[in-house]
């Protein structure tokens, strides 16, 4: 099976078929969507792009780096403030999409390696815990800071903001391509899937890097790490702020999408939820971690269609749909967690580590205790 | 001054309550090195079922004194949520004990979810108010005011933590389970079934918060179904204050986040010359955590340990 997969691979021809094949299908995808389940799913693809670059963002911090981190929403937060006030009534402000989303990966990346530096020296769940404070500290400050000095406009959040445009191109428009009409969410589609591509293959080529793999190291041994000449400072806070401006770009792109946005939006559970999906799609490994946001978005809401579900089985409705979807959900999470401990799609490395025999590693972490006392 | 001790005497209550949940945290931590998400959930539970008891005996009629229906609801929780823990523990997570730690941490939060929303659906999503059946008794003294609540809060959890303390201390269980948390391998080598401490250790601690969920939804004279969450992230920030893992140091970590927090809840807005009011007090309580752990990166009272593979 894996050789004919190598075989396969290794015909040219046929990859690049491949690829125009899910490129077209990609392209496809929202009309195929709008058709069948109605706009509204078009909609929550939209929402699915955006977690997948927001998961792969984390994914660098948590995935290669080995921090964990619970605070990451706070990186969004920044993102789709700074969209929201340059480019809403409330100050008067309205720069450009172009300008506003460069600048949302650098505000988001400093604020990334500023939150980083006091953890530098926390291991483990000390840091997880750093890293939840501070996602709550700031979002308390976005609730909070509509006095004396109105800057956020406090738990009301943000209306009215602009939506992105690239010149006079407006997302939020329909707008008629030879002779096809193309809506708004399906317009914010393509824009997102282009960015995500450009994620997708931003995290590709740093897995390789030397960063990237110098993020292995330190996940892996942090003393062996340090001794083979790695500076473990400046490559952690290099994975807290690449993390870090990847949330502020899509939390920019959030913003505009949405038109409102409120501190609501920004709590601990997206967080949570965003952890959720790169350890259940199968940390480290970029395809687990695009299927994990996807699937975590989509369940959610698929989920709504439970009510339909009980009167198709029961015939009638037992419980409330919208009460029981996210018991289901958590039901979900932990088994598949059970089911797949490494993940859906887990990282080569992983699967190495799990088809190793258990007893020897056990032995080897016993030893590596002993010799730690 | 007054204002001062009253604060004082108000984060003590507080932090008592941090403290009991957060063992719970601390002791699973100590054992199996996982965050027990699920544990704020366990105290909500506790409070419910509590609750539920008393509004069934009360709907029956029965004719006891406040105190009596109280101790009856907390001898119906007690059980039922050392149940919970057991069952907890027996379903998420012991198939993942040799898999990545952070899968049982996801399982933790999908159970929390469960929890959460199971709890929603059975007591529904308003707050449960507390019936005013306990002794309105108050003691004051040059100002400061405490109420005969908050005395027996206070004296219950620090009965409950000596209780605790000796139960680690002097008893064959309690050694098991320092056995344990140095190396399962070993301690099972020397007779000890690490199954049957784990299990133990859910279930103290799942009394524990029983307990602690009673005596806030007492305190706060409600409980709602999302309580669990913002407490149990209280207890685990006490948790780690004090140095996760270590007793002491849960029970200094809870008295003391309590006492910031009530301090900074009273004194954040004159300290910023009006500009942070009394919202800022979890950031308060957050930004202590921050410097400490900044100057002590394994708690107060936490030892200073390697990372383990």
Redesign the interface.
């Given at each position: 099976m894996i050789e004919r997969w190598q075989k396969w691979r290794q015909d040219r021809r046929l990859v690049w078929a491949a690829y125009l094949l899910l490129a077209l299908a990609l392209a496809l995808l929202p009309f195929a969507v709008g058709a069948v389940a109605g706009r509204g799913w078009v909609r929550i693809l939209d929402f699915a792009l955006l977690y997948v670059m927001l998961a792969l963002g984390l994914n660098i911090v948590v995935g290669y780096a080995g921090l964990l981190d619970l605070g990451y929403i706070a990186f969004y937060a920044v993102g789709a403030y700074l969209y929201a006030l340059l480019a809403s009534p409330h100050f008067d402000l309205h720069l450009p999409f172009w300008l506003l989303l460069p600048l949302g990966a650098l505000v988001a990346g400093a604020f990334g390696a500023l939150l980083g530096a006091p953890t530098l020296k926390l291991r483990g769940d000390y840091l997880a815990i750093v890293t939840l404070g501070f996602g709550e500290i700031i979002r308390i400050f976005l609730t909070n800071l509509n006095a004396p000095v109105n800057i956020t406009n406090g738990p009301q959040g943000v209306n009215l903001i602009d939506p992105i445009a690239i010149g006079p191109f407006s997302f939020s428009r329909s707008h008629t391509f030879l002779g096809v009409d193309v809506p708004g969410v399906h317009a914010y589609y393509y824009l997102f899937l282009a960015l995500t591509l450009l994620v997708i293959f931003v995290s590709i080529r740093l897995q390789d890097s030397r960063i990237g793999r110098a993020w292995v190291a330190i996940r892996e041994d942090e003393v062996a790490a340090e001794a083979m000449g790695i500076n473990t400072r400046n490559v952690k806070l290099l994975a807290f702020a690449m993390g870090a401006s990847f949330g502020g770009v899509s939390g920019g792109l959030f913003a505009g999408f949405q038109g409102f946005i409120s501190p609501e939006s920004f709590n601990l559970f997206e967080s949570i939820i965003v952890l959720c999906m790169i350890v259940l799609g199968g940390m480290g490994n970029i395809a687990g971690v695009i299927l994990g946001a996807i699937l975590l978005t989509i369940l959610p809401e698929a989920l709504r269609y439970l009510g339909e579900l009980q009167r198709a089985v029961f015939g009638r409705v037992l419980a409330d749909p919208a009460d029981l979807r996210m018991l289901v959900f958590g039901l979900a999470l932990v088994l598949i967690m059970i089911l797949r401990p490494a993940g859906l799609l887990p990282s080569e490395r992983r699967r190495r580590e799990f088809r190793s025999d258990a007893s020897v590693l056990a032995q080897e972490q016993a030893s590596l205790y002993d010799a730690q006392r | 001054m007054d204002i001062f001790t009253q604060q004082i005497i108000n984060g003590l209550v507080l932090g008592s309550i941090y403290a009991l949940v957060a063992l719970g945290y601390t002791m699973v931590?100590g054992i199996l090195?996982l965050?027990n998400f699920a544990h704020g959930e366990v105290t909500m539970i506790g409070a419910m079922v509590c609750l539920a008891v008393i509004g069934a005996l009360l709907g029956q009629g029965v004719d006891l004194p406040g105190v009596a229906l109280v101790l009856i609801g907390l001898a119906a929780a007690i059980p039922a949520c050392m149940a919970l823990g057991f069952t907890i523990e027996r379903?998420?997570y012991r198939?993942?004990r040799?898999?990545?730690r952070?899968?049982?941490?996801?399982?933790a939060?999908?159970?929390?979810?469960?929890l959460?929303?199971?709890a929603?659906?059975v007591w529904g999503k308003q707050y449960v108010s507390f019936p005013d059946i306990l002794p309105a008794a108050r003691l004051e003294f040059g100002g400061v005011t405490v109420t005969g609540l908050q005395i027996v809060i206070v004296a219950a959890s620090c009965a409950l933590m000596l209780g605790l303390w000796a139960l680690v201390q002097r008893t064959s269980l309690g050694r098991a389970m320092r056995a344990t948390a140095q190396?399962p391998?070993l301690a099972a080598l020397m007779g000890i079934n690490p199954d049957r401490v784990i299990s133990a250790t859910f279930m103290i601690g799942a009394a524990l918060a029983a307990v602690a969920g009673v005596l806030v939804s007492a305190y706060y004279t409600q409980a709602h179904y999302y309580m669990g969450f913002l407490l149990g992230?209280k207890a685990?920030?006490a948790a780690?204050l004090g140095g996760?893992g270590n007793i002491a140091g849960a029970m200094l970590g809870g008295v003391l986040l309590g006492v910031i927090e009530s301090l900074g809840a009273g004194y954040i807005g004159p300290l910023t010359g009006?500009?942070?009011?009394s919202?800022?007090q979890?950031?308060f309580a957050?930004?202590v955590?921050?410097v400490v752990?900044?100057f002590r990166?394994?708690?107060l009272l936490g030892e200073r340990?390697?990372?383990?593979?």
């Open positions: - | 931590y090195e965050i379903v998420a198939p993942l040799r898999a990545p952070l899968a049982a941490l996801i399982t939060i999908g159970v929390s979810i469960v959460q929303n199971l929603m659906i190396s391998d992230l685990f920030t780690v996760i009006g500009f942070l009011g919202h800022y979890d950031v957050f930004f955590l921050i752990l900044v990166p394994a708690g340990v390697a990372e383990r593979a």
